[in-house]
């Protein structure tokens, strides 16, 4: 199990003001930042991140919205981060999620839901190193 896992505070949670209350409840959960950066994701680089889901019907919206705004990238570190990490976020629809997650707080709906997390070790790696070099990491 890594340390380490990878979040973005999407195009949603940024225009609705919730970046600064998202970034500490990873810190009230006993996450560390390792890396941390503010960007704009043009459509090319968020196609580019999302290829995985590129034969889905939601790929396209899914692109358009995560270019639509800037996003939060950010590596975190905790015991076990991945797991943690998506306990913490919650379910992906915010309906379904759990009470006291950053997605039952925050997102409007499956396709607004605030946040990303990685849902591998794997993952966390590639998302991480799609974002930032190792000199941006602390």
Not at 9 to 37: C, Q, S, T, Y
Not at 52 to 68: A, C, D, P, T, W
Request: glycine share 8%.
């Amino acid at each position: 199990m890594s340390r380490h896992t990878f979040t973005m505070i999407k195009p949603d949670a940024m225009k609705n003001g919730h970046a600064g209350a998202i970034i500490d409840r990873f810190i009230k959960e006993g996450f560390k930042i390792v890396a941390l950066k503010m960007t704009n994701l043009s459509t090319d680089k968020a196609g580019e991140f999302y290829a995985i889901h590129k034969e889905r019907s939601f790929y396209g919206e899914l692109v358009e919205f995560m270019s639509s705004g800037p996003i939060i990238a950010a590596i975190l570190e905790k015991e076990n981060a991945v797991t943690a990490f998506r306990d913490l976020i919650g379910a992906t629809n915010p309906a379904q999620a759990a009470e006291g997650t950053i997605r039952k707080s925050f997102a409007t709906s499956v396709g607004e839901n605030a946040v990303h997390g990685s849902d591998s070790d794997e993952n966390a790696k590639i998302e991480s190193d799609f974002f930032f070099s190792v000199l941006e990491r602390f």
